[in-house]
């Protein structure tokens, strides 16, 4: 019995060992990398799978794409963060803010997204970061740990051999599908939606405001421009009650009057632009990153800003 | 709680050094340790159910010693009758109720009577039916007087509930499971390391194999009328070893697991897909449920006595209750009737048993006729488990029928495809493990004859990294459901 205990040990420890090398050595590797990968880039665009889906950054070229899909602002947080502690000319950040970001829908933080996620950001987390997370859902991190093996090898081979397009924190997505009519009927039937999740109430998800007051002190102590943007969403969806188009305004109004806003969730985009609801096609992403190409950014916040 | 779970990591260890360091020995607390932990398992899915299978374990003592007390036949019948009864009962409310139920009124239909049922809303309590399956062995073989009935209840409720088997298996026979419980079992270390490079093994398979071809399995057959035939070929292709990863490595960890705590449990799969004939398949496939249904149906039956009619209709009786057992669903029972159509010539031409050593027995390599009859046996296997995956029989007819066209023999067209690729390599990979190691219990079984310490552990080092690196998406035991 003693024999197995101990060569239990030993196998486990060795396993630990090399385990842990990698986790180390996968840190530093990710920490020695630059997100934004030309120096052309001067905007950051981050956030949710709205604004992941709207704007192309091969139109939009002096900015680079990195919000994903379901990204809560804890993961946007330390995107910025590393971003903006990295050499590079980045000084305008547009960050997706809608009321499902902010209203409490259950999945941000949820289980799921930290084991997906972990092994991808933990090298841009610092204790606090990484203690935030873990005293919220212990059980996810700890579950989660197994796939910074998987990760590392992706990381390493990337590294070697460069992809032509790195989605690895994010990036642009183009979507082909067109499911509005099947989410109108959906949203008259007050069923779920696919691709989308109306928030359960309107109960502020207080650990995404936290965060999203940590990328506004950031950006304020680095003298960037931030500004919240909401993408453009079809009109059925805003005039429905519980998606708290009314109860969003007046908590923007009450808590971040002073950061830019720009809405332009009810901008006039042609309804063949959506793939549903809240995301653009590929068609509509095209339109809307000329828009934001050609017109400037501030011009777009003279009109549609909220003040 | 699932074996590849964190929180099953983290009961194991627990239940483990409290049974060997705890317990110092004593068989009574080891025995009431195992129960406690078995109700506990057992209860993370749904405490509820636990009284379920409690008064299962009463049901079956009871009556167990009832039929031994009993002293003419009659009244023994009588209390073997009451088990039967109520255990498929329960069975039958919680599985097959609303099966019956619809099949009658849709029957009905069929001649123009619309009838409204009632039907059950009710989820399936895990492992029911490898439970009660335990219980029924325990009084089918006390009323043959082959074991006389457990005086002690801890001692046989742990029979019933023992955690490694409990939900998905193996289905134990007292007369193999109840001596190993009430005899002193003692550490034998290597059996506990057997028993760890088992559950290493069967983690392997779950989360490498069959986690992995889940995904390509669920696009595929969820949309099979999207995919051309080459893709649904390949996607019967993944359910084929998804469903053997899936349930071969659950049994892997279930006896290495067992084997920890001093319990050997019957075997449960033996190379099945190196079979050179469908009746050689079944005695290599969940052979805990083959034999129980050959010791507890198809010899009452008459079994291969008699002539050949009756021979042919215990044989297609055993498939037809096998393919239920897996679930209400006409699937499954079409599913058990192709395999008693395959198994027909064997039958017909006796040539069942023709063979019962595993293929190519102490060679490398099978000869041309070996490697014919294997792939056959395997191309038959495939087109059977369509059946098995599939919502409906039309859904599987529709399968079958898209993949013998013309769109088969152009290049498969499903989302991943390209990924796909890599897992079929593991899947060669996977299998050239197997074959090399075809003669032992397990294909890993034989690193233990490596003389070289540090040579094994790198072996089984590899294995985890792999495990980590090609990891699928958890996805819970096909088995289950059932």
Redesign the interface.
Same mark, same amino acid.
């Given at each position: 019995m003693k024999k197995f205990v101990k060569n239990l040990l030993i196998f486990s420890t060795i396993v630990t060992i090399i385990f842990a090398l990698t986790v180390i050595s996968n840190f530093y590797l990710i920490k020695s990398e630059s997100l934004i990968k030309s120096n052309q880039k001067k905007i950051i665009v981050l956030g949710d799978s709205n604004i992941e889906c709207a704007i192309d950054d091969s139109i939009f070229f002096n900015a680079q794409n990195l919000s994903a899909s379901s990204d809560s602002y804890y993961y946007s947080y330390l995107k910025i963060k590393k971003i903006l502690n990295n050499k590079n000319n980045i000084d305008t950040i547009l960050l997706a803010f809608a009321p499902h970001n902010i209203f409490d829908n259950g999945w941000l933080l949820s289980e799921s997204h930290i084991y997906t996620r972990f092994a991808t950001y933990y090298p841009l987390m610092n204790w606090d970061d990484f203690s935030f997370l873990f005293f919220s859902k212990p059980k996810a991190v700890i579950s989660a740990f197994p796939r910074i093996i998987k990760q590392s090898i992706i990381n390493f081979d990337n590294k070697f051999n460069p992809p032509i397009k790195d989605f690895t924190y994010g990036g642009f997505d183009r979507i082909e599908r067109n499911v509005l009519p099947e989410v109108r009927k959906k949203l008259i039937k007050g069923e779920k939606m696919p691709f989308f999740k109306i928030p359960d109430n309107f109960e502020i998800a207080k650990k995404e405001v936290l965060y999203l007051n940590k990328i506004i002190n950031l950006c304020n102590s680095k003298q960037k421009v931030l500004f919240l943007i909401n993408t453009p969403k079809r009109i059925e969806l805003l005039n429905y009650p519980k998606y708290g188009v009314k109860e969003f305004n007046a908590f923007y109004l009450k808590n971040y009057k002073s950061v830019h806003f720009i809405d332009l969730s009810k901008m006039d985009i042609p309804e063949d632009c959506f793939g549903d609801f809240v995301h653009l096609n590929s068609k509509g992403s095209k339109l809307f990153s000329n828009i934001l190409q050609y017109k400037r950014i501030e011009y777009l916040y003279e009109i549609y800003g909220v003040k | 709680m699932i074996f590849n779970s964190?929180n099953f990591a983290l009961f194991l260890p627990i239940v483990f050094g409290l049974y060997?360091f705890g317990s110092k020995g004593n068989l009574k607390l080891q025995n009431l340790l195992l129960l406690i932990s078995s109700y506990f398992f057992y209860a993370c899915w749904d405490w509820r159910f636990m009284f379920l299978l409690v008064f299962s374990t009463i049901l079956d003592f009871f009556t167990g010693k009832k039929i031994y007390l009993s002293e003419n036949k009659r009244s023994k019948l009588n209390w073997l009758l009451i088990s039967i009864i109520i255990n498929l009962g329960f069975l039958g409310v919680f599985k097959y109720y609303n099966f019956f139920i619809s099949s009658f009124a849709d029957a009905l239909s069929v001649v123009g009577l619309n009838v409204n049922y009632f039907s059950i809303q009710v989820i399936l309590p895990v492992g029911i039916s490898f439970y009660t399956f335990h219980g029924l062995s325990y009084v089918f073989d006390i009323y043959k007087n082959k074991i006389i009935p457990e005086k002690n209840f801890i001692n046989y409720s742990v029979f019933v509930s023992f955690f490694p088997l409990l939900v998905a298996g193996p289905i134990e026979r007292a007369t193999h499971l109840l001596p190993q419980i009430t005899k002193k079992r003692h550490?034998d270390?290597s059996k506990?390391?057997d028993g760890?490079r088992q559950i290493l093994w069967g983690l392997f398979k779950k989360i490498v194999i069959a986690d992995n071809c889940a995904t390509y399995v669920n696009t595929i057959f969820e949309n099979y009328t999207d995919y051309s035939g080459s893709s649904l070929l390949l996607g019967a292709f993944f359910f084929t070893f998804q469903i053997y990863c899936d349930f071969s490595g659950y049994s892997d960890i279930a006896l290495g697991t067992a084997r920890l705590f001093g319990i050997e449990l019957l075997k449960n799969f033996a190379f099945p897909y190196f079979s050179r004939d469908i009746a050689e398949f079944w005695r290599r496939w969940h052979i805990s449920l083959s034999s129980w249904f050959k010791d507890y149906l198809y010899i009452p039956l008459g079994g291969s006595k008699g002539n050949m009619w009756s021979r042919i209709r215990n044989t297609f009786i055993i498939f037809l209750v096998s393919g239920f057992w897996h679930g209400a669903n006409w699937t499954y029972i079409c599913w058990g009737l192709l395999n008693a159509i395959y198994i027909l010539p064997s039958i017909i031409f006796k040539t069942n048993r023709k063979n019962l050593e595993i293929a190519a027995k102490g060679k490398l390599f099978p000869n041309f006729h070996e490697i014919s009859a294997i792939f056959i046996t395997f191309c038959l296997t495939i087109l059977a488990w369509i059946f098995f995956r599939s919502a409906t029989v039309i859904d599987a007819l529709s399968f079958i029928k898209s993949i013998f066209n013309s769109s088969s023999f152009t290049p498969p067209d499903f989302p991943g495809f390209n990924l796909s690729l890599k897992l079929i390599f593991i899947i060669i990979v996977f299998q050239i493990i197997e074959w090399l190691g075809r003669e032992q219990n397990y294909a890993i079984a034989g690193i233990a004859n490596y003389a070289n310490r540090t040579l094994r552990?790198m072996v089984? *080092?590899s294995i985890?990294?792999v495990i980590? *690196?090609?990891?699928g998406v958890n996805q819970e035991f096909i088995y289950f459901q059932f």
């Amino acid at each position: 019995m003693k024999k197995f205990v101990k060569n239990l040990l030993i196998f486990s420890t060795i396993v630990t060992i090399i385990f842990a090398l990698t986790v180390i050595s996968n840190f530093y590797l990710i920490k020695s990398e630059s997100l934004i990968k030309s120096n052309q880039k001067k905007i950051i665009v981050l956030g949710d799978s709205n604004i992941e889906c709207a704007i192309d950054d091969s139109i939009f070229f002096n900015a680079q794409n990195l919000s994903a899909s379901s990204d809560s602002y804890y993961y946007s947080y330390l995107k910025i963060k590393k971003i903006l502690n990295n050499k590079n000319n980045i000084d305008t950040i547009l960050l997706a803010f809608a009321p499902h970001n902010i209203f409490d829908n259950g999945w941000l933080l949820s289980e799921s997204h930290i084991y997906t996620r972990f092994a991808t950001y933990y090298p841009l987390m610092n204790w606090d970061d990484f203690s935030f997370l873990f005293f919220s859902k212990p059980k996810a991190v700890i579950s989660a740990f197994p796939r910074i093996i998987k990760q590392s090898i992706i990381n390493f081979d990337n590294k070697f051999n460069p992809p032509i397009k790195d989605f690895t924190y994010g990036g642009f997505d183009r979507i082909e599908r067109n499911v509005l009519p099947e989410v109108r009927k959906k949203l008259i039937k007050g069923e779920k939606m696919p691709f989308f999740k109306i928030p359960d109430n309107f109960e502020i998800a207080k650990k995404e405001v936290l965060y999203l007051n940590k990328i506004i002190n950031l950006c304020n102590s680095k003298q960037k421009v931030l500004f919240l943007i909401n993408t453009p969403k079809r009109i059925e969806l805003l005039n429905y009650p519980k998606y708290g188009v009314k109860e969003f305004n007046a908590f923007y109004l009450k808590n971040y009057k002073s950061v830019h806003f720009i809405d332009l969730s009810k901008m006039d985009i042609p309804e063949d632009c959506f793939g549903d609801f809240v995301h653009l096609n590929s068609k509509g992403s095209k339109l809307f990153s000329n828009i934001l190409q050609y017109k400037r950014i501030e011009y777009l916040y003279e009109i549609y800003g909220v003040k | 709680m699932i074996f590849n779970s964190l929180n099953f990591a983290l009961f194991l260890p627990i239940v483990f050094g409290l049974y060997w360091f705890g317990s110092k020995g004593n068989l009574k607390l080891q025995n009431l340790l195992l129960l406690i932990s078995s109700y506990f398992f057992y209860a993370c899915w749904d405490w509820r159910f636990m009284f379920l299978l409690v008064f299962s374990t009463i049901l079956d003592f009871f009556t167990g010693k009832k039929i031994y007390l009993s002293e003419n036949k009659r009244s023994k019948l009588n209390w073997l009758l009451i088990s039967i009864i109520i255990n498929l009962g329960f069975l039958g409310v919680f599985k097959y109720y609303n099966f019956f139920i619809s099949s009658f009124a849709d029957a009905l239909s069929v001649v123009g009577l619309n009838v409204n049922y009632f039907s059950i809303q009710v989820i399936l309590p895990v492992g029911i039916s490898f439970y009660t399956f335990h219980g029924l062995s325990y009084v089918f073989d006390i009323y043959k007087n082959k074991i006389i009935p457990e005086k002690n209840f801890i001692n046989y409720s742990v029979f019933v509930s023992f955690f490694p088997l409990l939900v998905a298996g193996p289905i134990e026979r007292a007369t193999h499971l109840l001596p190993q419980i009430t005899k002193k079992r003692h550490f034998d270390y290597s059996k506990a390391v057997d028993g760890m490079r088992q559950i290493l093994w069967g983690l392997f398979k779950k989360i490498v194999i069959a986690d992995n071809c889940a995904t390509y399995v669920n696009t595929i057959f969820e949309n099979y009328t999207d995919y051309s035939g080459s893709s649904l070929l390949l996607g019967a292709f993944f359910f084929t070893f998804q469903i053997y990863c899936d349930f071969s490595g659950y049994s892997d960890i279930a006896l290495g697991t067992a084997r920890l705590f001093g319990i050997e449990l019957l075997k449960n799969f033996a190379f099945p897909y190196f079979s050179r004939d469908i009746a050689e398949f079944w005695r290599r496939w969940h052979i805990s449920l083959s034999s129980w249904f050959k010791d507890y149906l198809y010899i009452p039956l008459g079994g291969s006595k008699g002539n050949m009619w009756s021979r042919i209709r215990n044989t297609f009786i055993i498939f037809l209750v096998s393919g239920f057992w897996h679930g209400a669903n006409w699937t499954y029972i079409c599913w058990g009737l192709l395999n008693a159509i395959y198994i027909l010539p064997s039958i017909i031409f006796k040539t069942n048993r023709k063979n019962l050593e595993i293929a190519a027995k102490g060679k490398l390599f099978p000869n041309f006729h070996e490697i014919s009859a294997i792939f056959i046996t395997f191309c038959l296997t495939i087109l059977a488990w369509i059946f098995f995956r599939s919502a409906t029989v039309i859904d599987a007819l529709s399968f079958i029928k898209s993949i013998f066209n013309s769109s088969s023999f152009t290049p498969p067209d499903f989302p991943g495809f390209n990924l796909s690729l890599k897992l079929i390599f593991i899947i060669i990979v996977f299998q050239i493990i197997e074959w090399l190691g075809r003669e032992q219990n397990y294909a890993i079984a034989g690193i233990a004859n490596y003389a070289n310490r540090t040579l094994r552990w790198m072996v089984y *080092i590899s294995i985890i990294f792999v495990i980590l *690196i090609f990891s699928g998406v958890n996805q819970e035991f096909i088995y289950f459901q059932f």
